[in-house]
């Protein structure tokens, strides 16, 4: 072992400064390191910061890193995965501190693989990258009739719907769904993205999706440009 991963190892968080954590922290969830998020995340609230600014400094812009990197090709699902994880260590001692303080995310949205389709890597990834940028995710799960994407928008009033197919068979259930809130009058209301390996933006455009994200990362960046549109208008 060499000295430094020695340091690494014997690493006190708690002798850091403020700023010294921060750095860690945005270090740590780079590598996937749960138990250092969650530490850190205790000390900083500890030492009087805000869950907001807690949130916002190290975590959010922790996981902008690793989304940039693995947009770049840098990082791969696998580590990516175990980002978010550490991520969602820090964040189960944030929500209730959140919603306490009544903080608003930065938009709601409802996700779901669609009908026939058991695929959920892809959409569980999008689901941890859009949380770990500030957003209130409700995650539907697999194999959604377009009855679960209409009770859970009546019962969350999300910004967004996300839907997600691995299959080329069942990519065509998205058109259902969105023919369905045309027909309801509430297609421009929500904000729609797609996305999954048989997809591309001709498809997204020809549903009548608001747009295709090819990945996680992209998923959060156009999730984000949408809603400062939508708040814009």
């Known amino acids: 072992m060499t000295e430094e991963e020695n340091y690494d ?7 850091l400064s ?19 998020i969650v530490e850190g995340t205790q000390i900083l609230l500890d030492r009087g910061w805000a869950a907001t600014r807690v949130l916002d400094d190290a975590l959010v812009e922790g996981m902008r890193i690793v989304g940039i990197d693995f947009r770049d090709g840098i990082l791969f699902v696998p580590e990516v995965l175990m980002s978010a994880n550490a991520m969602k ?11 306490e303080t009544g903080a608003e995310p930065i ?8 009908k026939g389709d058991i695929h959920d890597i892809g959409k569980n990834l999008v ?3 859009m949380e770990g940028a500030g957003f209130e995710v409700i995650d539907l799960g697999i194999d ?3 009855e679960n994407y209409l009770e859970a928008i009546d019962a969350h009033q999300p910004d967004i719907l996300g839907m997600s197919a691995l299959l080329t068979t069942t990519m065509p259930y998205m058109k259902v769904v969105i023919d369905t809130l045309v027909e309801k009058g509430i297609r421009d209301d929500y904000i729609v993205l797609v996305g999954g390996a ?3 933006e001709e498809f997204g455009a020809a549903i009548g999706a608001d747009a295709y994200c090819r990945d ?3 998923a959060v960046e156009t999730a984000q440009a949408k809603m400062a549109e939508k708040r814009a208008a």
């Open 89 to 99: 260590g820090g964040m189960e001692i944030l929500r209730p501190l959140l919603a």
């Open 9 to 15: 190892d014997d690493l006190d968080l708690s002798s």
């Open 127 to 129: 689901s941890m990258m």
């Open 216 to 218: 996680a990362a992209v």
């Open 198 to 200: 048989p997809l591309n």
């Open 144 to 146: 959604n009739p377009v």
């Open 18 to 36: 403020d700023d010294e954590l921060v750095e860690q922290m945005h270090d740590d969830l780079y590598d996937g390191l749960r138990e250092e």
């Open 107 to 114: 938009g709601k949205m409802v996700i779901g693989t669609v």
